[in-house]
């Protein structure tokens, strides 16, 4: 069974600080995605990493898939009250073939003002 | 959430009843995931449905559980003989065959 562990699974920080968030496995994927969840929604794609190594930035945030495709990172610099909520790594394993995406365990982000 | 619509957003049924959650996609999606949401936990794969067929369910409990996407309407996940350990929130997710997955709102099912 495939499983993505992410830390830490909560975190409480003040606004302007950074914050890196970890999704791993010891498993490969053929690409891996990060979601942010509000509570009372869905989740919400940020972003699909696919390359071994490929860094994608959007605005403060940085994400990093590692060279061996079995890890993720999440780094947020400057974090806002905004940036509260529930992110969630998924990744879709190379033998599904129907994008049937494994989510990681949760991270529970917290940015006090 | 990109046009996918769930109902009802929330259900309270007793032990032993039926609940009947709907999806309909975004317009000119023909796939339809089903995840289940426990309290502070990630979300678990339940099926995948094309239209009129079940691609995968490996993840739904053999009993009590079904799902169908028909040809016209909604998707439908049906819980039969509901039991407390079956409250949570239930995601539906459709795509175009491509990677992205466009969530709806869930529905919270709370059995009493």
């Known amino acids: 069974t495939q499983l993505l562990e992410q830390s830490p699974q909560f975190l409480s920080i003040q606004e302007g600080e950074n914050l890196t968030v970890y999704c791993n496995s010891s498993s490969v994927f053929s690409s891996l995605q990060w979601y942010r969840q509000e509570p009372g929604e869905g989740p919400v794609l940020l972003v699909t990493?696919?390359?071994?190594?490929e860094v994608k930035k959007l605005k403060r945030l940085t994400f990093q898939f590692g060279d061996a495709r079995k890890d993720s990172s999440l780094h947020i610099t400057a974090a806002q009250p905004g940036d509260t909520g529930l992110y969630l790594c998924?990744?879709?394993?190379?033998?599904?073939?129907?994008?049937?995406?494994?989510f990681g365990t949760g991270t529970r982000l917290k940015v006090l003002a | 959430n990109a046009g996918v619509m769930q109902n009802p957003r929330h259900l309270v049924r007793r032990r032993g009843q039926e609940a009947r959650l709907r999806c309909s996609p975004v317009?000119?999606?023909?796939?339809v995931y089903w995840y289940r949401q426990l309290p502070e936990e990630g979300l678990k794969f339940m099926v995948y449905?094309?239209?009129?067929?079940?691609?995968?369910e490996s993840g739904m409990p053999k009993e009590r559980f079904s799902a169908e996407f028909p040809k016209e309407g909604p998707s439908i996940l049906r819980i039969q003989q509901v039991v407390r350990g079956d409250s949570a929130a239930y995601f539906c997710?459709?795509?175009?065959?491509?990677?992205?997955?466009?969530f709806g709102e869930g529905s919270r099912l709370t059995v009493l």
């Open positions: 990493v696919v390359t071994g190594g």
């Open positions: 317009k000119g999606h023909s796939h």
């Open positions: 997710a459709t795509n175009a065959n491509t990677g992205e997955l466009f």
């Open positions: 449905l094309q239209k009129e067929n079940i691609i995968d």
């Open positions: 998924a990744g879709d394993p190379p033998t599904s073939g129907t994008y049937k995406y494994i």
